[in-house]
C-alpha cells in the first residue's frame, strides 16, 4: 500500500489530505484515519495523525457552506481540520475568475499553492489527494487531444511525487504529493462510502460539461454527447474526444491482447494502470542517477 510506504518514514508525524468534502477526499480521508489509527502502537502523544485541509475556492455560493459541511465530517470523526480560503488577486495568487471564464486551471494553481503553504506552516511533508482511476481515464484522453499533432507519447499521472524545486523551491523536494486512490475506480469510492455512511457533498458544476474541460469529457464517456464546448477550450468536441478515446483503446488492446474484458473502461484502466507503472519505473531510475551523481560529486 502506497500510504506503507510514506507512513513508515521516522520523520513522518502527519498526513495532510486535500478534502473538498467530495466522495472522493472523504473517502480517501476516512480511510487514512481508520488505518492510521489501527495500525500505530505508539501513545496517544506520539500519535502521527491525518489532517484535513479543506478549501473554499469562494467561487460558488454555496462554497462556505460545503466547507463548513466538511469540517463538521471531521469533527465527527476526530479527525484535526482547517478551513483555507484561498486570497484571490492577492500577491502570490491569480485574480479571480470571472463568471462564464475558464476558472480549472486558476483553481487548480491558487489551490495547490494554499495547500502547500498550509502544509509547511504545520509541518507536514505528505499531502494525499482524492485522485481515482476515472480521473487517470480522463487526464489520459486530455492529454492524448493535446499531443494529436504529435507522437503518441503519453505521461500518465503519478501515484507519488516531489512537489518540486521550480515552483517551490527547496521546501519542495522534502515535500511529497500522493495519490492513493489513483487505481481504485470511482464506482468502488462510491460503494466504501456508502457502506460506511459517509455523508459527503455532490458539486453540482461537476456534471456541467460546459464548465470544464474535465467535466466535458466526462460526459462524453458516459454517453452523454454535448454539444457546447467546455470554458477555455473552444474547439473541442465529443467527435475529438471519442477519437481519442479509440486510440487510446486501441494502444490498450495491442499491450494486452490476451486482456479478457470486452468493456472499453476496463481496458482504459489497464492501460492507465500499465503507463503508470512504466513511469515509476523510468522516475526510480532517474531518481539513483540523480543520487549517484550527487554522491560521486561530494567526494
Known sequence: MILEIYYARASLQSIAVAHSGGADSTCLLYLLHTWITQNDERTTEDLRAVVSLIIDHSLQRKSAE??????????????PAKVLRIPWSTSGFPERPRPGQAFETAAREARYHLLFESMQEQNVDVLATGHHADDHVETLIMRKIASVKKPLALTP???????????????????WLVKPLLTVPKDRILATCEAHGLAYVNDPTNFQPEVAQRNFIRSCLSGNMPTKPPYGAPRLTAARVM??????????????????????????YFLADSLMSRQEKLDQEGEHTCFMKFEKEKY
Open 243 to 268: 477519437s481519442a478515446v479509440e486510440d487510446l483503446d486501441k494502444s490498450a488492446r495491442e499491450q494486452c491482447a490476451s486482456l479478457d474484458t470486452t468493456n472499453q473502461v476496463d481496458r482504459l
Open 157 to 175: 499521472m503519478r501515484k507519488h511525487r516531489r512537489w518540486g524545486m521550480m515552483t517551490f523551491g527547496e521546501p519542495g523536494m522534502k515535500s
Open 66 to 79: 460545503t466547507a463548513e459541511l466538511s469540517r463538521q465530517f471531521c469533527e465527527k470523526q476526530g479527525i
